[in-house]
């Protein structure tokens, strides 16, 4: 029994039983789909998992833990997990071995945690409902890392969701997971989102839609710069500064001019190979380079999708 009276699993020690082998299998892409269940592993992934399953259970919602598995040694290390799973409306906890755990998991060195989630993704229409002030758009990121590295930066700016186009990686990828480092759980998600209207859906939502291109011809430096004048008092009568256009931007460019980081925004980001399309970028309120004060041919998706998050984040605070 638990402090609380919970009756407790006995513990796992067969690496073969049928329910390691149906954790492992949430490794793979079909099993995920198929199951609609996908597995958060290590502390701090498991942790936010078990915090935000609690929260929706005491709003009388569905939790979002079916189990966790962990090793006597990790309950040990971190006894606010434990306290966490010992409440009342916390998922089962299944106690098992350190060669359990390492059949069940994706990692070469796993941290002593594994649990299997549902879904955790919502529909575009109730995030554009919600009115929110900071939208990450993903337009096919296909590396794991790096759209973790998105949704983590986008979970620090306090944005209020992160979209997923339909080529773009799957963030239930065990790689994407860990790399979110528990921002899975914090923030909406929306995923397979057509590109088509996308843009459109977004501008209707009050979002003014702004694509992280190295080539724009909108330096996110002048976007600061005038947010930080309009902020001072310092800035034009009608309020609204910023870069002007250059040749060959047409509507995009022009419209850059009126641009305002401190206004409700959402920025596209691109696949890391090819970046955003011209005709993505055609349809964007503005086109924003990141500048590069020194010789680095480019940034990291991940990286400039950062900077960009942060320069709205604080605009707009």
């Given at each position: 029994m638990t402090v609380n009276g919970r009756p407790q699993a006995p513990l796992m020690t067969n690496t073969q039983a049928d329910r390691v082998k149906e954790v492992a299998r949430l490794a793979g892409r079909p099993?995920?789909?198929?199951?609609?269940?996908?597995?958060?592993?290590?502390p701090q992934a498991v942790r936010?998992?078990?915090?935000?399953?609690?929260?929706?259970?005491?709003?009388?919602?569905?939790?979002?833990?079916?189990d966790v598995y962990a090793t006597a040694e990790a309950l040990?290390?971190?006894?606010?997990?434990?306290?966490?799973?010992?409440?009342?409306g916390a998922p089962v906890l299944r106690r098992v071995t350190s060669?359990?755990?390492?059949?069940?998991?994706?990692?070469?060195?796993?941290?002593?945690?594994?649990?299997?989630?549902?879904?955790?993704?919502?529909?575009?229409?109730d995030v554009l409902a919600a009115g929110p002030r900071l939208v990450a758009v993903l337009v096919e990121v296909r590396d794991p890392g790096n759209a973790g590295t998105i949704i983590r930066?986008?979970?620090?700016?306090?944005a209020g969701a992160v979209i997923l186009t339909g080529a773009s990686v799957d963030p239930y990828n065990p790689k994407t997971v860990r790399s979110t480092v528990g921002s899975l759980f914090h923030l909406p998600l929306v995923i397979g989102v057509e590109l088509d209207g996308l843009i459109d859906r977004l501008r209707e939502a009050g979002l003014t839609v702004l694509a992280a291109d190295g080539y724009g011809s909108t330096n996110l430096d002048d976007l600061q710069d005038a947010?930080?004048?309009?902020?001072?008092?310092?800035?034009?009568?009608?309020?609204r500064e910023g870069s002007g256009s250059g040749p060959g931007e047409g509507a995009a460019g022009l419209a850059a001019r009126t641009v305002r980081l401190e206004d409700a925004g959402a920025w596209l980001f691109g696949n890391e190979a090819q970046g955003l399309s011209a005709e993505v970028t055609a349809g964007a309120d503005a086109r924003v380079a990141v500048p590069i004060y020194g010789s680095a041919e480019s940034l990291n998706v991940g990286t400039a999708a950062t900077v960009c998050l942060y320069a709205s984040a604080r605009a707009q605070r």
């Open positions: 099993s995920r789909l198929r199951r609609r269940e996908f597995l958060a592993e290590g936010e998992a078990v915090r935000l399953h609690l929260d929706r259970q005491d709003a009388g919602s569905e939790g979002v833990v079916v040990e290390r971190h006894t606010d997990i434990a306290a966490l799973l010992d409440r009342d060669d359990v755990l390492a059949a069940m998991s994706s990692t070469v060195t796993p941290q002593g945690f594994v649990a299997v989630c549902r879904f955790v993704d919502v529909p575009l229409e930066a986008a979970d620090s700016a306090g947010s930080a004048a309009r902020r001072f008092g310092s800035g034009d009568d009608d309020g």
